[in-house]
């Protein structure tokens, strides 16, 4: 299950509308994770992005067994991110990636890929060959500024993939 989150949001009384159909749901997968005999072969992969709203209920033991965060990439995975995207570039000479790769702090493989595309059409709307310094400058402004718009206000949940792992029996 993709998003999880969607329907195993925390629980809040004096919900309306919409709302209550999403607790029916919440409750109906309690009830359906709850309901598997021990001795059946039955694993249930959940995906969210968004860990900090999960409803106490889903996330107590028994029902999630594993859970297992992807972290975004550090500045080394960065960077070779980076590099797999931008090889078949024509870059300048001059161009340090390791630069690029530092300014994306906290920036996810998504995004490496993103200034390397952006840096890209920068040079191709300047009508130019080559991809230089300045057009993965711009490109990493653009696309870290889309990331801070993204990132949740009420945590430091950033962009972080957590993935939840159930095994019954």
């Given amino acids: ?13 004096g919900n309306q509308g919409g709302d209550s159909e999403v607790q ?5 997968l309690l ?17 969210t992005n968004r860990m900090d709203i999960l409803d106490d209920a889903l996330l107590r ?19 070779e991110i980076i590099k797999i995207h931008s090889r078949k570039m024509n870059l300048m000479r001059d161009i340090k990636l390791r630069e690029i790769a530092k300014k994306m702090h906290g ?22 060959v080559h991809v230089t310094q300045e057009d ?20 430091n949940c950033g962009n972080r993939f957590i993935f939840i792992w159930f095994q019954f029996g």
């Fill in 1 to 13: 299950m993709d998003e999880v989150d969607s329907i195993g949001g925390s629980r809040v009384e």
């Fill in 24 to 28: 029916r749901t919440m409750l109906e």
């Fill in 31 to 47: 009830n359906q994770l709850d309901g598997f005999e021990p001795t059946q072969n039955i694993k249930v992969l959940m995906a």
């Fill in 61 to 79: 033991p028994g029902r999630i067994d594993r859970k297992i965060e992807f972290p975004n990439p550090n500045e080394e995975s960065r960077l």
């Fill in 107 to 128: 920036a996810s493989g998504a995004e490496c890929k993103a200034v390397c595309t952006e840096a890209g059409m920068f040079a191709l709307r300047e009508r130019r």
């Fill in 136 to 155: 993965f400058e711009m490109a990493v402004t653009k696309v870290m500024k889309k990331i801070l718009i993204q990132i949740c206000p009420k945590s």
